[in-house]
């Protein structure tokens, strides 16, 4: 079936995971939206993240997308069920893909997760892994510093790992934890500062890879699959700056992006 997957998270995060959907089906084609303008939907109310994140898909249905993966940890947790209940086709979601993928490496069984307060508050993670394994001992923390700085595009800075350190600081006691979940999307472009501060003997969980593995089964099986030689190329839309978003996705993205757009997604429906 020769129709894009859809991707929607509330900025660049969201760029984490349409990374592995992009190596892991690279006969597929993407068409992602990031709602920057917005960003972040952690901190925001359920009716309000429930709200943005219906207009966003509002917005690549009128796209024909085959599948639709939210993107973000906050607005899986809020919206995910409601979105299956109205939708025709498949929605795939990064909180159950991150927890299994975390259940299989941990040896300790004490499990970290970190978060937007969204996230966090809504104990998605927590009732995901207990729903595999009733012995696990999860500790969540929401690190609600961590997104600003993936938007301003300071990941990479410097003072990124200070804000990292003293993020994690309530973590650190812990000794036995041993696998730390990334809840937010975002939170795998300051995977680097983010192992320093853990210690190399905590394996850091992304959600990403799990998640297009949960993809390409989906469409597998249910014989969605692009059987075209060729893919139509990805598509990029932001309610924010296309030219930070391109900075960003151009340092994490494996290939070029040769489409991005800057939309008001009240006028794109109107328009479209």
């Not at 901190?43 to 024909?64: G, N, S």
């Not at 969605?224 to 924010?240: D, I, P, Q, V, W």
Request: hydrophobic share 40%; with cysteine; glycine share 6%.
């Amino acid at each position: 079936m020769n129709k894009p997957i859809g991707v929607i998270d509330s900025g660049v995060g969201g760029l984490t995971v349409a990374r592995e959907l992009m190596r892991q089906l690279p006969n597929e084609s993407l068409i992602y939206l990031g709602d920057t303008v917005r960003c972040p939907y952690g901190p925001r109310p359920r009716e309000e993240v429930t709200k943005f994140t219906f207009e966003m898909v509002d917005f690549l249905l009128q796209k024909e997308i085959k599948l639709l993966v939210i993107a973000c940890n906050t607005a899986t947790a809020f919206t995910l069920e409601l979105l299956r209940e109205n939708l025709t086709i498949p929605v795939i979601g990064v909180i159950e893909p991150g927890a299994r993928a975390a259940i299989s490496v941990t040896e300790s069984k004490e499990i970290g997760v970190i978060g937007t307060i969204g996230t966090i508050e809504s104990k998605a993670y927590p009732e995901a892994l207990h729903h595999i394994s009733k012995d696990l001992v999860i500790y969540d923390l929401a690190c609600p510093q961590f997104v600003p700085l993936v938007e301003r595009d300071q990941f990479s800075d410097e003072a990124a790992f200070d804000v990292v350190e003293n993020g994690l600081l309530p973590l650190l006691g812990h000794q036995q934890l041993d696998t730390l979940i990334l809840g937010c999307t975002h939170y795998p472009l300051l995977h680097e500062p983010i192992q320093k501060v853990m210690g190399n003997h905590v394996e850091i969980i992304s959600s990403g890879e799990e998640t297009a593995r949960e993809v390409s089964a989906i469409l597998s099986y249910q014989e969605m699959l692009n059987e075209s030689e060729t893919a139509e190329k990805h598509r990029f839309y932001t309610t924010g700056s296309k030219v930070v978003f391109e900075q960003i996705a151009n340092r994490w993205l494996d290939q070029p992006i040769e489409h991005i757009e800057e939309i008001v997604i009240d006028q794109s429906l109107d328009d479209k």
